[in-house]
């Protein structure tokens, strides 16, 4: 009987310390509006802690989240945060907590924070739209089971101040609450309006309620519970987090950075640079100068000047072209080839080229022309150029950027990839071989709408190869008017870009003869 007696002393011990062990921290920094309830909600969630064996931290300094001190607890609780509470170093530290296996408690404006951190959208599962006024309202408990609402009644009346989502969370989300929106005015998320639900995200876990906007809800038996469950369900099981599978990389500290000025006062409107293996540094100029920095001389030299269109020669316009982009091929150690674009004066149009750059010397006959891209030199501005060889070896480039007064969407803005299709075809054959331009995306403003049904490869074929398109097919091409001298863009806010890096992949990994077809 003392054995037993004991064992069960120990067992109840050894349960109290790990509760004991649990800590949170309440974090409620406002980038944006300041709710008055945050200090009564603090003080809540404190004594919260003591009365069920929890220790809690508050402050709302972001540095608080750094790696080392966010392995002290078991949860967070973002207390009505708003706008932009942490940066890049302070998000990365906080995904790697989720993903050791720590918790997450949003309460109400936790919801209207960090809206440019996809991570914690995912993670608080849905963003703040607006609210109506504050008024009384039917909340619908649809889970009695969970721990945060096992005590609330079917109906659960009570003021406060009722979010709309800009998206509602769905079935990635665990719904306890939902608001019957007839019971009250303003709700614009349905029949199904979640109001409090939780899930497991990246490795840990995330509670969020949106209850809370009143000082008196933090006097609320029964909202407090509420809360205290959600605080019990973010801490878990309490097991110790493990940050071997973390995947989200930290960012490293500025001063593991030193800056050293290998030239400077030397430039005249740089446009980019091309690193060779050896450290010298080939620096084009938009007039028209390519300069060579020596990583042995320590010195900024001439090597070539092009003679190439940098002026407009129109009044009120303000020319961007002239040497724009350069960029090395991947086997420059063996073949010395120098990419360059830059706009020409012998026609409207800015050319993509190969050069020799050999021994110090750029040799401006060597040129091997790859590409000619049209251009509109009436207007202005923006023009793009960076060039870039991706990992399959495709060179990459955006001949030029949104031209916002353009009357020609096919030629003024979409990227290109130049595609070496057959293994080992030089890419300076391009134009008198099979191998061509791609037309990619056009620019990063403007993508396919939503509501967009057709397929991909149709919609590009639509798009990149109808110069004036027939009566019979603008049905596909919304985004574009007539204008008395030509076809415009309009632009839309619903273009979403992230559609078009689909189309872009798709593209990517269509067959030659897919590519030949939409070609011809």
């Known amino acids: 009987m003392r054995r037993v007696l004991l064992l069960l002393l120990l067992n109840c011990f050894l349960n109290c310390t790990t509760i004991a062990q649990s800590k949170v921290l309440v974090f409620s920094k406002t980038a944006a509006f300041r709710h008055g309830s945050i200090g009564v909600g603090k003080t809540a969630i404190m004594q919260l802690g003591k009365e069920n064996g929890f220790s809690v931290d508050t402050t709302e300094d972001a540095e608080a989240f750094k790696e080392d001190n966010l392995k002290k607890y078991q949860a967070v609780v973002f207390l009505s945060t708003t706008g932009d509470a942490l940066n890049p170093k302070q998000q990365a530290a906080f995904e790697r907590f989720i993903q050791s296996g720590g918790g997450y408690m949003g309460i109400h404006a936790a919801t209207d924070c960090e809206y440019n951190w996809p991570w914690y959208g995912k993670l608080v599962a849905a963003y703040f739209k607006n609210h109506p006024k504050q008024q009384n309202a039917k909340l619908i408990v649809r889970d009695r089971t969970h721990i945060s609402t096992s005590h609330l009644p079917e109906v659960w009346e009570r003021f406060d101040e009722w979010y709309n989502f800009k998206v509602a969370p769905g079935k990635e989300v665990n719904v306890l609450i939902s608001i019957d929106e ?80 290998l030239a400077g006062g030397v430039f005249d409107e740089p446009t980019e640079m091309a690193i060779l293996p050896n450290f010298d540094i080939l620096v084009t100029q938009r007039k028209g100068e390519v300069m060579l920095y020596s990583n042995t001389t320590k010195k900024v030299t001439q090597v070539a000047k092009f003679d190439l269109y940098s002026k407009s020669g129109v009044q009120g316009i303000n020319a961007e072209e002239g040497l724009l982009g350069i960029t090395a091929d991947p086997d420059f150690a063996k073949n010395n080839y120098i990419y360059m674009f830059y706009a020409t004066n012998d026609t409207a149009a800015n050319r993509l080229s190969r050069f020799v750059f050999k021994d110090g010397k750029l040799d401006l006959k060597s040129e091997k022309k790859v590409l000619d891209v049209a251009s509109q030199r009436k207007i202005c501005c923006h023009t793009g150029g960076s060039l870039t060889f991706g990992p399959d070896g495709n060179l990459l480039f955006p001949p030029e950027t949104i031209q916002r007064r353009s009357i020609n969407p096919i030629q003024n803005t979409f990227w290109m990839v130049l595609a070496q299709w057959t293994t080992g075809k030089d890419l300076s054959n391009l134009m008198e071989e099979e191998g061509r331009a791609i037309p990619m995306t056009f620019g990063v403003r403007f993508c396919a709408s939503r509501s967009t049904q057709m397929p991909p490869i149709q919609f590009l074929k639509e798009i990149f190869f109808l110069q004036a398109p027939p009566k019979q097919d603008r049905r596909f091409m919304p985004w574009v008017q007539e204008t008395p001298t030509g076809y415009r863009w309009i632009e839309k806010q619903d273009f979403c870009i992230g559609v078009m890096l689909v189309l872009m992949q798709e593209m990517i990994s269509q067959t030659k003869k897919d590519q030949e077809d939409m070609m011809s």
């Open 182 to 261: 007839k019971s009250y005015e303003g709700g614009q998320n349905g029949d199904s309006h979640p109001m409090a639900w939780y899930h497991d995200y990246d490795g840990g876990r995330a509670f969020y309620t949106e209850f809370g906007h009143t000082n008196e809800s933090f006097a609320d038996p029964l909202y407090l519970k509420h809360i205290l469950g959600g605080i019990k369900y973010a801490i878990g099981t309490n097991i110790k987090k493990d940050y071997s599978k973390a995947k989200s990389l930290l960012v490293p500290d500025e001063d593991r950075f030193t800056k050293n000025v």
